[in-house]
């Protein structure tokens, strides 16, 4: 895969065999621009849609989204048979990975587990 160029911009959308509508990139910024919100650790969004054409048979759009935060970057992907339908069904997917790593994080913090230790410790005092 070629590799996008570098922006400061919170949400970039690559398309591949098709040129994007002004009406698909406002989609896709105001969709993944949501995203954001929920993290305060995302600092950008890279779409990137592919014109997938069979042979034979309707033509479908896969979409690649890397969600760019501190530490490592999640990637998923996703398909539709139009592209505003691929990135309906990205965004619904990264909104799921998000609020499940972030939902594991707070549960994290506000209810701890006690550690086990093979030795016990002794009492200060």
């Known amino acids: 895969p070629r590799h996008l160029p570098m922006s400061n911009e919170p949400v970039l959308l690559h398309t591949e065999g098709f040129t994007a509508r002004d009406s698909l990139v406002a989609l896709a910024r105001r969709k993944a621009g949501k995203l954001l919100r929920h993290d305060d650790r995302l600092v950008r969004i890279r779409l990137t849609l592919v014109r997938e054409t069979p042979r034979h048979g309707a033509e479908a759009f896969a979409a690649t989204a890397i969600l760019e935060r501190a530490?490592?970057?999640?990637?998923?992907?996703?398909?539709?048979?139009s592209p505003e339908a691929a990135v309906h069904a990205i965004v619904d997917k990264l909104e799921r990975m998000i609020t499940a790593r972030t939902g594991a994080r707070r549960r994290a913090v506000q209810h701890p587990h006690p550690i086990e230790l093979a030795v016990a410790l002794p009492k200060a005092g």
């Open 71 to 81: 530490g490592r970057d999640a990637i998923a992907h996703a398909a539709g048979d």
